[in-house]
Each structure stands twice: as C-alpha cells, then as structure tokens.
C-alpha cells in the first residue's frame, strides 16, 4: 500500500480511481449522518489498512486493460501503430519517415515497407510497426529522461482505468441514492417536506456522481490521452537521448527469444 502512494503511476493510474469510486458514498453518508464521520474515518482507515482500496485498484486496473482490445478496435488499432501507418497517421509525411528512419537504425532487422507494399499488406505493416514500439516503450523507461512519456502514460493509464471501474462506481451512486432515500424515508415517516437539507444534498451528489460517471468517462474520454501518449512516445525518436540507447545484437536478440 505504501508503495502505491508513492509510486507516482500507482497512485494517479490505480489509487486515484478506486479512491473516486468510493467518493460519492463517503460524502452522501458524511451529510446524511454527520455524527458518524468519525466513525467513518475511523473504518476509512481500517480499510485502507486492510488493502481494500489496494484490492480495487488493482481490479480497477485489469478491468481497465481488458476495455482495451475493443476501445483498441473501435479506433482503428493501437494509436501508436495507427500513427505509424502512412494511411492512418496525424503526423506530417517528413516527421513520419523521421521517426520510421530512427526506428530503423535503433531496431536490429527491422525495416518498414513502401507505400505500395503498406497498402497492399496492411497487417504485416502493423506487425512491423508493434515490433518497432514495443522497442521504443523499453528504451524510454527511464521516467525522468522521459518525463513525459511518463506523464501521458499515467494520465493515459489513470482514465482507462476510471472507464474500467466505471460500472461499479455507477452501482455505488445507486446505491448512495436508494439508501439515501430511505433513510429520509424512514427518519420523517414518509413526510418529504420534513427531509432535511442534508438527505436531499446527498441525493444531489450522487445524481451528479452518475451523470459524470455516465456521460464523461467513456471511450472518447480515453482516446484522446490514448494518442497524447503515443504522440509522445514517437515524439521520443527526435530525442538525443534516444541517441544514447543501445541496441541489441541479433545474436542477443534470437537467445533472448528462445
């Protein structure tokens, strides 16, 4: 657990969402029943003790990665091998061969087709260009040489993530608004001009919870820090740094594959 606090991934791509999915819950029940907020965060910290927070995250984080075969899918492919294509991709045509021509002499064996060859063989040119990333994803691992390949991979991680425990946030705003409703119930027999101020702002957050969970996190929320982060990873190509890396030999390459 505290590796994951000060973990900065951990914390933004896997805490952070599984604390938002609690969020509404824990404020509805602090409004409705003030006098157990000590309670509250009394039994807050014992399940933080307990690992639930840690166990949710890291569901958050494979519901997470099983969306993205078809957030994947719906786009087209991965954003870093549809950035690569010639047909697909949002960079200029001289960046583009800039980044395939580094990636070339940085990869031992590989080699990206013409035009005609892309098109007439669209799948292996996306083989070809996964091989090349899964590369460039290794050699920037250095979080502070590449602050930020780092930082749109969190922010990219953070909300495919928040998409993958977005059902069960959406049970726990539910929740919040059938439990609120009654207590309200039950505390004024019925009488909704004796609800309090309280039961009906905790009612309120939890609509408000739903309509964020609802209408914001979808897959759009996530595509577009999807391709920040492989813009920023091709983006890596034009650094010196990259320069620096070095590259394994053929022979290294065919023992490490058997």
């Not at 505290?2 to 914390?11: F, T, V, W």
């Not at 492919?77 to 990636?103: C, E, I, N, W």
């Not at 090349?132 to 691992?141: D, G, I, N, Q, S």
């Not at 998409?163 to 409703?181: D, H």
Request: overall charge positive.
């Amino acid at each position: 657990m505290i590796g994951s606090i000060l973990d900065p991934y951990d914390r933004k791509a896997r805490l952070y969402p599984a604390l938002l999915v609690m969020l509404v819950p824990v404020i509805s029940a602090t409004l409705v029943a003030p006098v157990f907020s000590s309670q509250l965060a009394g039994l807050a910290s014992l399940t933080i003790a307990l690992g639930g927070l840690m166990l949710l995250s890291s569901l958050g984080r494979e519901w997470g990665k099983r969306k993205e075969p078809k957030l994947f899918e719906s786009w087209g492919g991965t954003p870093t091998t549809l950035m690569l294509l010639r047909a697909t991709s949002q960079l200029d045509h001289l960046t583009l061969d800039r980044y395939r021509k580094v990636l070339e002499e940085k990869v031992p064996g590989l080699q990206f087709p013409d035009s005609a060859s892309e098109a007439s063989d669209p799948a292996n040119t996306a083989v070809i260009c996964e091989s090349a990333v899964k590369w460039l994803r290794e050699a920037t691992r250095d979080t502070k040489k590449f602050a930020l390949v780092f930082a749109e991979n969190t922010n990219y991680g953070f909300r495919r993530n928040l998409l993958g425990v977005k059902p069960l946030a959406l049970v726990m705003c539910v929740l919040t608004l059938a439990a609120t409703a009654l207590h309200a119930w039950q505390s004024t027999a019925g009488n909704l001009f004796a609800v309090t101020a309280q039961s009906w702002s905790s009612e309120v957050v939890a609509c408000i919870g739903l309509v964020v969970w609802g209408a914001v996190v979808n897959a759009d929320f996530v595509k577009t820090t999807a391709f920040a982060y492989a813009t920023a990873l091709l983006a890596a190509c034009d650094s010196p740094l990259i320069a620096t890396v070095q590259t394994k030999s053929r022979k290294t390459s065919a023992t490490n594959k058997s």
